[in-house]
């Protein structure tokens, strides 16, 4: 009798965004005439830039012809996106990151879920509590939690983010192995000061502890203070990897690419207390299971690079954090508190003691808005929803003026 992985009986029965689509499309069959504006799940609506899209063609036309036709890739990705990854992205921001510590992916989704399998069973996690489902629930997946009670899973640190720390998680009260952070946030919109990511890098330097950072929506940020790369502060280099995406910097979330960082310093531990190389074992674990990120897509995103593809997708995220204003606007009009929209596409609502799936409902049914529900992202996600900026500008000017309607 073949058995299955017992870890996967304590998830919950579907992803956060499924549920979320499964919920959308059954109310749309049984109101095929309702316009449905969608501000639940970040996916981009504007088109691949321009520049992008003429370095996806030259990959295309490169892969028609005999001459420079390409077969199997390098796992790591090509060098020619590295380096220019390597260059743009870290050393122009004083960050001393070289081409050889990236590895290019199909997406930060794959990375952030796939990186736990490096570590042994017993470590401790830290969680923040909301968070990126992906984090929480490949752990689960890999048995490092307890069974789920009352909105939680047993031995998973969870780190509260909450109005009265500012949606901050705090530094651990106890020892943690592995720590999952993400700035700017999802879903909270908000964001962290360099001391702020200091003190993290500090605490896992003390600690033996290592530093998941998302930084996903880093192109959002536009407040030069603050920091895009974990590796701006000093000595992370020890004790971080990043995950980076060009999904919502550049359009990619059909497209799929992504990379994630992991510096030649940063070491773990085998059972007899022997340094290992973090970066060895990513790269050990990529060249088994992964093979690579297709040619024309890594040519789209080395033109995301070029001259022109900086200034358009830097003109794309300019039109979404409008959007993410617009949206800001209308809510507090509304006269509901809430953070995020600034240096994010995500605005985190208080609503106002409705349960968030009750809201969601609210906003389904009289607006024919979606959002996500605070709760799909923990136990401190109950009393929120978060909205989303990815759309048109017609459809969020739309949807504010029908959540108007409905909230007043
Ligand atoms: C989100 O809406 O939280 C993200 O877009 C989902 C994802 O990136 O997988």
Redesign the pocket.
């Known amino acids: 009798m073949i058995r299955a992985n017992n870890n996967y009986s304590k998830l919950k029965a579907s992803y956060l965004?499924s549920d979320i689509a499964k919920r959308v499309n059954d109310y749309q069959l049984k109101n095929p005439e309702a316009h449905i504006i969608r501000l639940?799940?970040?996916?981009v609506t504007k088109a691949l830039a321009p520049a992008v899209i003429k370095g996806f063609h030259d990959g295309v036309d490169e892969m028609a012809n005999d001459a420079t036709f390409r077969g199997y890739g390098p796992e790591q990705g090509y060098a020619f996106l590295r380096e220019k990854i390597a260059k743009n992205d870290f050393q122009d921001r004083g960050a001393d990151i070289s081409a050889d510590e990236i590895f290019v992916s199909d997406?930060?989704?794959c990375d952030t879920g796939n990186f736990q399998e490096l570590f042994a069973k017993d470590i401790k996690v830290a969680i923040p509590d909301p968070v990126?489902p992906?984090y929480l629930d490949t752990n689960v997946m890999a048995g490092r939690t307890g069974e789920y009670e009352a909105g939680r899973y047993n031995g998973i640190f969870y780190m509260e983010c909450l109005k009265e720390n500012q949606f901050l998680p705090k530094l651990p009260d106890e020892r943690v192995d592995l720590i999952y952070l993400c700035f700017p946030n999802?879903?909270t919109g908000s964001t962290i000061t360099k001391n702020q990511l200091a003190e993290w890098v500090g605490y896992a330097k003390e600690n033996g502890s290592l530093i998941l950072f998302d930084a996903?929506y880093e192109s959002f940020i536009r407040d030069e203070a603050l920091p895009k790369t974990i590796y701006e502060i000093g000595g992370a280099k020890e004790v971080a990897v990043e995950f980076r995406?060009f999904?919502?910097t550049a359009g990619f979330?059909g497209t799929r690419c992504g990379f994630t960082v992991v510096p030649k310093e940063c070491m773990i531990f085998n059972s007899k207390g022997e340094k290992i190389s973090l970066h060895a074992l990513w790269s050990r674990r990529q060249s088994t299971k992964f093979n690579g990120v297709s040619y024309p897509v890594q040519k789209a995103a080395e033109a995301v690079y070029s001259k022109e593809g900086k200034v358009q997708v830097r003109q794309q995220i300019d039109y979404y954090l409008n959007n993410a204003d617009i949206i800001s606007k209308t809510i507090a009009s509304i006269g509901l508190d809430y953070v995020g929209g600034k240096n994010s596409p995500?605005i985190w609502i208080d609503s106002s003691g409705r349960d968030s799936w009750e809201f969601f409902d609210l906003l389904l049914t009289k607006a024919s808005v979606v959002c996500?529900p605070g709760a799909g992202f923990g136990r401190c996600g109950k009393d929120y929803i978060?909205i989303?900026a990815?759309n048109s500008l017609e459809n969020v000017t739309l949807a504010m003026e029908r959540l108007k309607k409905a909230l007043t």
């Open positions: 965004f639940g799940i970040g996916d997406g930060a989704k990126y992906a999802n879903p996903a995406s999904s919502k979330t995500y996500t978060r989303s990815f």
